[in-house]
Nanobody, 126 residues
């Protein structure tokens, strides 16, 4: 079982940038695909980006393509989300999660573990 702790959120103006980090402990981080999710007030949690264990395969939802970059450092057991050109609609609590298979795509809900952490709040002001 991998324990995950997200950090790096904050308040930023539209057009600004933030870099989120997700530190893992325990489990088999280097063999797990990882993903970033977000949940805005009143909305369901949504997949944002995924990365394969080696980092060679990456997927994004359309709304963040060209603005967000997911990466990982297996030696540090950390996955990152660099967010540039932030928009007010990016405001949400951001979570990371491990996947039950090595594929970077969104997949189904059952393919992701569900022991969610507290996440990190990202607020983008207009």
């Amino acid at each position: 079982q991998v324990q995950l702790v997200e950090s790096g959120g904050g308040l930023v103006q539209a057009g600004g940038s933030l870099r989120l980090s997700c530190a893992a402990s325990g489990g088999t981080f280097s063999r797990s695909a990882m993903g970033w999710f977000r949940q805005a007030p009143g909305k369901e949690r949504e997949f944002v980006a995924g990365i394969s264990p080696s980092g060679s395969s990456i997927n994004y939802i359309d709304s963040v393509k060209g603005r967000f970059t997911i990466s990982r450092d297996n030696a540090k057991k950390t996955v990152y989300l660099q967010m540039n050109s932030l928009k007010p609609e990016d405001t949400a609590v951001y979570y990371c999660m491990t996947k039950r298979n090595p594929f970077a795509d969104k997949g189904t809900r059952a393919e992701w573990h569900d022991d969610w952490g507290q996440g990190t709040q990202v607020t983008v002001s207009s």
